[in-house]
């Protein structure tokens, strides 16, 4: 086993050094210098069609929307990788890993924006079996390049593999729940297969209710917590703070239980772990995203804003900050990934704050697996087509989704973030490659957006709708 671990730690390391760092970095720093930096400065406009829309249905034509579309993007977004990627990233980085993972947020609210445009212009409808718009990384291959073979063998190759990431959720629950309630982790499993099982078998409709619902509320609960570890720590925020710059750009000596990290580990880490965060670059936005009801694919691609702000600069720097203020990675040596963060709220509140972050973890992990299943079960949609068989289908693959996670939760969390990060690698080339192939055509989306709306946007309005027949011709001239 050890040595499997090192096979796939090199592997890892490999991609997530120089060659993901160039992709990720240049690519954000490439799209947001095309797109003027509106993905960053534009926080009105984004607010607007994002947060500000939270209580609204959306104008157009989607199966959900805008916002109920954006919670089930965020059930991947927000969850482990917020508590369990960021501790990791500080134990394997240091503190200056959560730097470079702000700079991967903002320079992937582009990225995270392509992907969501891309989504709605090269959607499908599925009547027969589903009557549901739809499109994941396969759609746009083949409907935006043209690569039948290349689209099914990717389908396949998420469908099969894509659930095995599901085991970073389940090793953070049932190592948390059992830090703070001491439940085995046996039942803890059983439990989360029963209820993902039962809320993905009421397919998109169930799910996206769920997620609106769930995501906001525990969003909230975990950043007002946080927060309040901020408050009774106000005299070492400014400290704290200070150290994550100096040690994204010298390396930082070990202290008590941490072992110190270079500068090459803090980009490494904090990029690997922001993106996993986050998600910009996967394609995840392309799937979650195609559904929503919406007049305009840049109306809908604010939420490369929205989902990303939230994630990476509010939730991931709360769980940062809460870390490093507690001293937790010093103090606690050996411990890492989810339990880490656990520790860190009950060293601030006590037994509560295990109880707290037990009952968060479970709840984010829950949402992410049924976020998951939403985004693997697009490519067997995509398989299978617009048939009988896709419809008869889908309870299998239900069953089959759900065996990793509850059968491979007990591997060491270590592994099991070397497989994600190895799975996430190849999503980033994928999805990289569609923006660089159809950078053009987004570009005069995002064009075509703004010059219909210009006087309205410098009267200080919103505007409100275009009809899609509209884009499609102006996409044909």
């Known amino acids: 086993m050890d040595n499997i671990l090192k096979v796939l ?39 607007k069609n994002t947060f500000g829309k939270m209580f609204k249905g959306g104008e157009g034509e989607g199966t959900v929307s805008g916002f109920a579309a954006a919670c089930t993007a965020m059930a991947n977004t927000i969850g ?15 503190p200056g890993a ?54 099914i063998i990717l389908a396949v190759f998420v469908f099969v593999f894509g659930p095995w990431t599901n085991a970073v959720q389940t090793e953070s629950v049932t190592s948390s729940l059992y830090e703070a309630f001491q439940i085995p982790p046996i039942i803890s499993v059983v439990v989360i297969g029963v ?15 769920v997620m609106e619902k769930v995501v906001p509320f525990m969003a909230l609960a975990y950043i007002l917590s946080g927060i309040g570890i901020l408050i009774m720590n106000i005299h ?8 994550i710059f100096k040690s994204a750009f010298s390396p930082m000596a070990g202290v008590g ?21 986050n998600d910009a670059g996967t394609g995840y936005g392309i799937v979650a995203h195609a559904a929503a009801r919406t007049d305009h694919p840049v109306r809908q691609s604010s939420w490369g804003w929205g989902e990303v702000f939230l994630d990476t600069i509010v939730v991931c720097s709360v769980t940062a900050l809460t870390i490093i203020l507690t ?17 860190a709220f009950k060293v601030a509140y006590g037994k509560f704050g295990g109880y707290f972050m037990a009952s968060a973890i479970s709840i984010f992990a829950w949402t992410t697996i049924i976020g998951m299943y939403y985004s693997c079960a697009k490519s067997v949609n995509y398989a299978l087509g617009d048939t009988e068989l896709n419809k008869k289908f889908t309870p299998v693959y239900m069953v089959y989704f759900l065996i ?31 923006i660089y192939a159809k950078r053009k055509e987004i570009f005069r989306l995002y064009n075509d957006f703004w010059k219909r709306f210009i006087p309205e946007l410098k009267a200080g309005k919103n505007p409100e709708k275009v009809s899609f027949e509209t884009i499609e011709q102006d996409m044909k001239n």
Not at 37 to 43: M, N, Q, R, V
Not at 257 to 277: C, E, K, Q
Request: glycine share 12%.
């Open 257 to 277: 239980g941490f072992a110190g990290a270079t500068v090459r580990d803090a980009v490494r880490y904090g990029i690997a772990r922001g993106l996993y965060s």
């Open 236 to 243: 070492a925020v400014p400290s704290g703070i200070a150290l």
């Open 327 to 343: 001293n937790s990675y010093i103090d606690f040596p050996g411990i890492t990934s989810a339990q880490l963060t656990t520790v």
């Open 404 to 434: 990793p996670a509850l059968v491979f939760y007990n591997i060491k969390a270590d592994m099991l973030w070397a497989v994600t990060d190895i799975l996430s690698a190849m999503y980033v080339i994928i999805t990289l490659t569609f």
């Open 195 to 209: 209820s993902c099982f039962a809320t993905i078998a009421g397919g998109l409709k169930r799910i996206s209710g």
């Open 80 to 94: 482990v990788g917020n508590i369990g990627g960021v501790a990791t990233a500080i134990t394997m980085g240091g």
């Open 9 to 47: 730690w090199a592997i890892s390391d490999f991609l997530w050094g120089t060659p993901m760092t160039i992709a990720l970095v240049g690519t954000g720093l490439y799209l947001t210098i095309k797109f003027r930096f509106a993905y960053i400065t534009k926080i009105k406009f984004h607010f």
């Open 98 to 151: 959560i730097f470079w993972m702000w700079m991967s947020g903002l320079l992937g609210m582009s990225t995270k924006a392509c992907e969501i445009i891309l989504g709605q212009r090269y959607r499908v409808k599925y009547e027969k079996s589903m009557d549901e718009y739809l499109c994941d990384r396969s759609f746009v291959m083949k409907n935006a390049l043209g690569w039948k073979t290349g689209s």
